[in-house]
């Protein structure tokens, strides 16, 4: 699938002529930068404001971002690019900024998503091994860095786990939660967000996943797996975030012994490391587990989010298999039987109706 799939009004053919953040963008690229002669086609788009294009002179390329001001702040991502660029790991350099207009322009690192290469299946031992060395680099070398990051805490772990019950629930089930349901969740999300707040800390991506992770090189930018997208909200927080992020993507499953066997590998390696070493394999799979679970809910609520509140769809068909992680999850767990029972009896078949009713995903 095209990354620019999931966007409608995106198209991979030229922008709208009456597009006057694109008509700016040009008149930087050929004014102060002074290329004229660049063309430029949509490279991509994603949750947020922020568009991207590639540009083109001759036979070498470019990304530039378009984060409108007032709407997208480009501080965040020039300050964690740095910081990655310290660390080693191939993600893009940032090569002009203006920020008055809410333009940079960063090396190419090409048009080749991990979810793409993904669906060949038998790259996906290579592809996650590369993966995995650049997550252990970012959390081991990243370890000075990351106290300067925002602190992934408390307050913010339950606000992103209230979208489930805001904008999923509520807004696309128009499911009525009763008091014994409500109580239910806030049992767990107390216990999902105190196991989070117990973990090791560390350098977070916060959106390790297969659509921000890019294999190749770009024309413009010669490097290794994987090319690393869309760090910028980036935080100090639990080190299983961008594991789980990683390993059960919203995007695509693996089998769970796959899964396993590559979050025990990662565990073993960054123990080695330091991060961790005194935690015992089943205290690290529970982490793991659980916060995948606090992931996996405030995804579904933004999934529900980015169709009631801005028009995007294309994540609806990401929310059953995302909504089945947490349902598995709680299966392993006794602590959260009655939450998985909820999600599996009630919300499950609610969702499944609405699929196959007349408000069909993205018909709604």
């Not at 930087?28 to 086609?41: K, R, Y």
């Not at 910028?232 to 796959?258: F, K, N």
């Amino acid at each position: 699938m095209s990354p620019l799939a999931r966007f409608p009004g995106f198209s991979v053919s030229d922008p709208r002529p009456d597009d006057p953040r694109l008509a700016a963008l040009r008149r930087w690229i050929a004014d102060e930068l002074g290329w004229p002669d660049a063309t430029l086609a949509p490279a991509s788009a994603d949750a947020s404001f922020r568009r991207y294009f590639r540009v083109s002179r001759a036979d070498r390329s470019w990304v530039a971002m378009d984060a409108p001001p007032g709407k997208e702040d480009v501080g965040p991502y020039l300050r964690v690019a740095g910081m990655l660029g310290e660390i080693g790991v191939h993600a893009p350099r940032v090569i002009e900024v203006n920020r008055e207009q809410g333009f940079l322009l960063l090396s190419d690192l090409g048009s080749t998503t991990y979810l793409e290469a993904l669906q060949e299946r038998a790259r996906a031992e290579s592809l996650y091994a590369d993966a995995l060395d650049a997550l252990l680099a970012i959390q081991t070398r990243g370890a000075a860095l990351a106290p300067s990051l925002p602190p992934y805490d408390d307050k913010l772990l339950r606000h992103e786990m209230s979208l489930f019950p805001e904008w999923f629930l509520g807004r696309h089930l128009q499911f009525a939660l009763d008091r014994a349901q409500v109580g239910l969740l806030a049992d767990a999300f107390e216990r999902l967000a105190a196991s989070a707040l117990e973990q090791p800390r560390v350098f977070v991506h916060r959106d390790y996943h297969s659509r921000n992770l890019m294999v190749g090189a770009g024309a413009g930018d010669v490097g290794v797996n994987p090319g690393i997208l869309d760090f910028q909200d980036a935080m100090h927080g639990p080190c299983t975030y961008d594991l789980v992020s990683l390993l059960r993507d919203c995007y695509i499953d693996w089998p769970q012994a796959e899964v396993r066997h590559w979050a025990e590998g990662f565990r073993v390696r960054a123990a080695a490391a330091g991060i961790g070493a005194d935690v015992e394999p089943a205290r690290f799979e529970r982490w793991f587990d659980l916060m995948g679970m606090q992931r996996h809910l405030k995804a579904i609520g933004i999934f529900a989010r980015l169709w009631h509140r801005d028009g995007k769809p294309g994540y609806l068909a990401d929310i059953p298999r995302t909504l089945n992680y947490v349902i598995e999850a709680c299966a392993r767990h006794g602590d959260f039987a009655a939450f998985g029972e909820f999600a599996e009896r009630k919300v499950r078949p609610a969702l499944q109706a609405l699929v196959d009713g007349p408000l069909a995903a993205g018909r709604a």
